[in-house]
């Protein structure tokens, strides 16, 4: 019997419309906790049955399930297994707003085995009782399902000539990077259910002299197609992207680092950053590509900043959707060939689905095959 696995990918997004009927939701007001904080000093703990998260001596740490250690059941043998697999994937921009709590209701009601989340998470910035408020917050879901997590710009918290950055994310968001050969918790990778996921940091070195330029191409050499035929990549800043705001922020990395996906043959790439939701065609270096990965931008969990509503037009020819609202991305990996991507908008409190596309894998192409030679030479270049 073919096993079933289902990748579902439940995404808190915000979107930038293209409705003219639509009238968006008010922003709502930032949460309000009513606990009082124990002192920093005294040890919590939240849920003692739980062996995904605990409270040490004030630092909240992630102890997720061990699925990056979890083989895909694709064999080598056999690419056309069935994989069914519910990812909660990629609350960007999440906060801890009426909209953030409306959007993890609505994942709540989903069936998913991941959460994937391109950064920005608590928008603790400095101050962090924030990181407390918001891990409680999130405690029903994230103890109940792996929540796999790249930095955005509000985990830097960097104070010049005093601290680096990103000292509570690391501490408090430890990811699985010593598995993947990356020296760093700011990127690294994992597999599940015939899925290949690169998470990396658009807030760390990326030229090609960096060691995550370097990690990332051992790690694509590393990719076997056969055992997992998809292939994901998430960052926080997106490299395609119509909308006026953090116009032309992902380009240097874009630059750096499109060959080595394109190369590789990564189907999909999902971003955030940009307070909307938005879904181009499978696109390479600016132009239409049947060869290259659809981008994502699912940029709004429902944080305090709000919705980018200006977008540039005319549309790029490149983009397919986008609209300006909050809501959930759900991405069902169907099997070798075939993937369901929807999302849904948050519409006074109830999702209602506003795009959807199946998505064919790389593999079923024939783009991989004639990709071969130039990703060896890419990846095997000093």
């Known amino acids: 019997m073919d096993p079933k696995f289902v990748l579902l990918m439940a995404v808190l997004v915000t979107v930038a419309t293209v409705k003219s009927d639509y009238v968006r939701p008010k922003p709502r007001k930032n949460l309000q906790f009513p606990w009082d904080p124990k002192p920093s000093s005294q040890p919590k703990q939240l849920r003692k ?69 391109p950064g920005d998470l608590s928008y603790a910035d400095y101050i962090q009782s924030l990181w407390d408020t918001f891990g409680e917050l999130v405690q029903p879901l994230a103890s109940a399902r792996p929540w796999m997590v790249t930095e955005g710009n509000h985990e830097k918290e960097n104070i010049i000539l005093l601290e680096d950055g990103f000292q509570s994310y690391n501490a408090r968001w430890k990811m699985p990077f010593k598995e993947s050969g990356s020296s760093s918790n700011l990127y690294y990778s994992f597999e599940v259910a015939g899925v290949h996921l690169i998470m990396l940091g658009s807030y760390t070195d990326y030229d090609e002299y960096s060691d995550q330029y370097r990690w990332l191409k051992a790690d694509l050499l590393k990719v076997d197609r056969k055992r997992t035929p998809w292939l994901l990549v998430l960052f926080h800043v997106p490299w395609y992207n119509s909308n006026r705001a953090h116009q032309g922020e992902g380009d240097n990395m874009k630059e ?76 069902k990996v169907v099997n070798s060939t075939h993937s369901f991507w929807s999302w849904h908008r948050n519409d006074d409190d109830e999702p209602v689905r506003s795009d959807q596309v199946w998505i064919n894998s790389l593999v079923s192409s024939g783009c991989l095959a004639g990709k071969r030679p130039e990703l060896r030479t890419i990846l095997m270049a000093p």
């Open 256 to 331: 750096a680092m499109e060959s080595l996906l394109y190369a590789a043959g990564v189907d999909i790439v999902f971003a955030g950053h940009v307070h909307a939701y938005e879904r181009s065609k499978r696109v390479y270096n600016g132009r239409l590509d049947r060869c290259g990965p659809v981008h994502l931008t699912i940029g709004d969990g429902g944080n305090r900043e709000g919705l980018a509503h200006q977008y540039i037009n005319p549309q790029p020819h490149w983009s397919d959707f986008r609209e300006a609202s909050f809501g959930h991305g759900e991405l």
């Open 49 to 117: 049955d739980s062996p995904h998260s605990y409270w040490a001596t004030g630092t909240f740490y992630y102890l997720l399930l061990p699925m990056w250690k979890r083989r895909s059941r694709v064999s080598a043998q056999d690419t056309s297994v069935s994989i069914s697999s519910h990812f909660c994937c990629g609350w960007c921009d999440l906060g801890q707003t009426g909209w953030t709590k409306s959007t993890l209701n609505h994942i709540d009601l989903c069936k998913y085995d991941v959460h994937l989340l």
